[in-house]
């Protein structure tokens, strides 16, 4: 972990004087995290690399420090730049009625006493980063800032000795203001990662095992235990339920505030609350691999790098030393030059991409849509449509029984007691919803690619496939037809009407039967399908499309479209060629992720767009003389701040965006 990254450039920095020194570094803007891969010298070494850049670093599983330095720095600079301003009121109230000569020398003397620890231990970070900058060839974004001060400084000692006027005043404000606006920014750069914590101190530490009663800790679960809550507490751990019915709180995972019911088979995620009743889960994940703790691993790491500050950086620079030049040239004055240095500053412009792109896959996470990273991101934002798999992606990928008289289907469900098919486990099911006590059969044999066979209540039974979604029980010459279907999610029609009303087409492509695939479309309200093998539908999808799939078959796909989203509970080598994961039994995370990309890339668009006016207009403005150092000092952090308050907005519209597409 590194302490101290004030601004965007930090990072640039960082990497930069260690990738000279032959050491691949990666600093994530985002978590203040540093990883290092080198081949010569100690990590030692090249960590008093960074720490003599100004930085503190710390092992990254230490607890959270304040930059207290920064602080500190702050808090001094503003003490100075408060009294030098009461000091030079009274000089400047001495212009129409004039003071002693002694007395105005005085205040002179003082203002400079109290400017030197601003202009050199207060700004100190800013001259320390730009000469080992300069002294490794590098043009770090504080050389015009640390440049600035030292002219004002220099300025204002002149001044003293001659009697001329200074700007003492212009350089301590100058510098708090500065400090201040590090400090702005390193909040909005942790804003992401306090929400990550929150977010992840809300699964509770301990869990009750069903049959002991005993209390354990909730990381040390493992899949396949049975956990017990009761009313008012919340889940430790993503998993099934197996007892019990109740309602739950989900809004900290999926975004929704209206109560949920679930029952038998109904899967629950850490952090939900148990608001009502009382249920047995059986564990599916537990500690790091839950739900929660994934959104909060995403939230945390989703502002890594500022890549336009890498690039920008040396350009922009070089730009403003040469623009300063030019203002010194025009108008002759020291003023002039530092308002250049000062007003010209990349770091809004930096920071746009980063801050925007937390904040939008944050937005997505929180409503059930992990993606990979920004990159996913970015091209989710620019689909224009999108595919769905039919199987487990529109319909649940769980057959379940929709027509069955209750003694042939308990009949059945017995049979199939101890099968793990999906169809056993939807005869089981439905028996059990029903209140149906499951026989205990003897003599099963399964008779491969037919049924099973045995003895329920003392009665021979077969059981075969009837096709389209049958099932027949022949118990001597009566036969049974029991009729299962694999059933649209509740939610697929809503969410295919909100992507239509966001302008995108939508497509089913399946590897299943048309009929069945057509009817699956209809219900959901899809604009077309196409059948096809597993390399047809590859060939099927275009880089500008979406494709959201769950089996082996749709690895192909996912890594073909422009984004590929996995349903959560799909095939694992389709999870792992998928730019991003369907968190939970829904395809509204489909239609949050797309909102959230679309409202992250219109901010950062606009972020950049006001960073590039403002630099072009306060630039212009400093040469033409408009514009004093004090001005500059001001202008600086509040470009910042817009592109902050930008980011942070992300969230509020795509919730009000989201209400309306599913209103």
């Known amino acids: 972990m590194v302490d101290g990254l004030r601004c965007a450039s930090c990072v640039w920095l960082i990497e930069e004087v260690l990738r000279r020194d032959g050491v ?23 960590l008093n690399r960074v720490q003599a850049l100004g930085y503190r670093v710390r092992p990254a599983d230490a607890s959270a420090a304040v930059d207290h330095d920064l602080l500190v720095r702050f808090g001094v600079a503003c003490f100075l730049a408060a009294n030098v301003m009461a000091l030079h009121a009274a000089l400047y109230l001495g212009w129409s009625d004039p003071i002693d000569l002694p007395l105005e020398r005085l205040f002179r003397w003082l203002a400079l006493g109290l ?33 600035a001060v030292g002219l004002l400084w220099g300025h204002g000692v002149w001044a003293t000795f001659t009697g001329a006027e200074g700007w003492l005043d212009s350089v301590t404000m100058l510098v708090a203001l500065l400090l201040g606006g590090r400090l702005l920014e390193q909040r909005g750069r942790n804003h992401a990662h306090d929400a990550a914590m929150a ?85 599916d994940l537990a500690g790091d691999d839950t739900l929660l703790a994934s959104m909060a691993r995403q939230l945390r790491l989703a502002p890594d790098r500022p890549e ?34 000062v007003v010209a500053c990349p770091c809004a ?22 993606l990979s990273g920004a990159e996913a991101l970015e091209r989710l934002g620019r689909v224009e449509r999108v595919v769905l798999d039919k199987t487990g992606t529109l319909t649940g990928g769980v057959p379940e029984v929709v027509s069955a008289l209750d003694e042939p289907l308990r009949l059945a469900a017995g049979l199939e007691r101890a099968s793990t098919h999906p169809i056993a486990r939807a005869l089981r099911s439905e028996a059990l919803k029903r209140g149906l006590a499951l026989p205990i059969p003897s003599g099963v044999v399964e008779v491969v690619g037919e049924g099973l066979e045995g003895v329920v209540d003392g009665r021979r039974l077969r059981l075969r496939g009837g096709g389209d979604g049958e099932v027949v029980l022949h118990d001597g010459d009566t ?89 959560h509970r799909g095939a694992a080598p389709s999870v792992m060629a998928a730019d991003g994961v369907v968190a939970h039994p829904s395809l509204r995370p489909v239609l949050a992720g797309v909102v959230a990309a679309r409202e992250a890339d219109r901010a950062r668009r606009s972020s950049r767009r006001r960073a590039v006016v403002y630099n072009l207009v306060a630039v212009a403005a400093a040469l033409a003389g408009f514009v004093n150092p004090l001005v500059a000092a001001v202008a600086m952090p509040l470009s910042s701040a817009l592109v902050i308050a930008a980011a942070v907005g992300v969230e ?5 965006a989201l209400h309306v597409r599913c209103a």
């Open 308 to 341: 336009v500050g890498d690039r920008f950086a040396p350009w922009f620079t070089a730009g403003t030393l040469v623009a300063a030049g030019v203002a010194g040239l025009l108008h002759g004055t020291v003023d002039a030059v530092a308002a250049v240095l």
């Open 479 to 567: 036969r049974h037809t029991l009729v299962l279907q694999d059933r649209l999610r509740p939610d697929s029609a809503a969410v295919v009407a909100g992507l239509h009303a966001l302008g995108l087409e939508t497509l089913v492509l399946s590897g299943d039967r048309e009929g069945v695939a057509r009817r699956i479309a209809e219900a959901a309200g899809v604009g077309g399908v196409q059948i096809g093998t597993p390399s047809e539908k590859a060939e099927v999808v275009r880089t500008t499309d979406c494709f959201v799939g769950d089996g082996l078959n749709d690895v192909l796909a996912l890594q073909r479209a422009g984004v590929g989203l996995a349903m």
């Open 199 to 283: 977010l992840a101190s809300r699964a509770p530490l301990q869990a009750r095992l069903a049959e002991s009663q005993e209390m354990v800790a909730a990381k040390e679960l493992v899949p396949g235990q049975r956990i017990e809550v009761a009313s008012g507490e919340e889940f430790p751990a993503d998993g099934r339920v197996v007892y019990g019915v109740a309602t739950v709180d989900r809004s900290l995972v999926t975004g929704e505030s209206e109560p949920t019911p679930v029952q038998l088979g109904d899967e629950v995620v850490a952090g939900s609350i148990l608001q009502g009743g009382h249920v047995v889960v059986e564990v």
């Open 349 to 370: 412009l930096a920071l746009a991409g980063p801050l925007t792109t937390a904040a939008g896959l944050g937005a997505a996470a929180r409503r059930g849509l992990l």
């Open 652 to 656: 509020g519209r795509v919730a009000r």
């Open 24 to 46: 691949d570094a990666r600093c994530s803007f985002g978590s203040g995290q540093l990883q290092l891969s080198w081949s010569e010298g100690t990590l030692e070494q090249h």
């Open 115 to 147: 400017a030197t620890p601003a202009a050199l231990w207060c700004a100190e970070p800013f001259h320390r980063r730009a000469l080992f900058g300069l002294q490794r060839g590098l043009l770090h974004m504080d050389v015009p800032v640390s440049l």
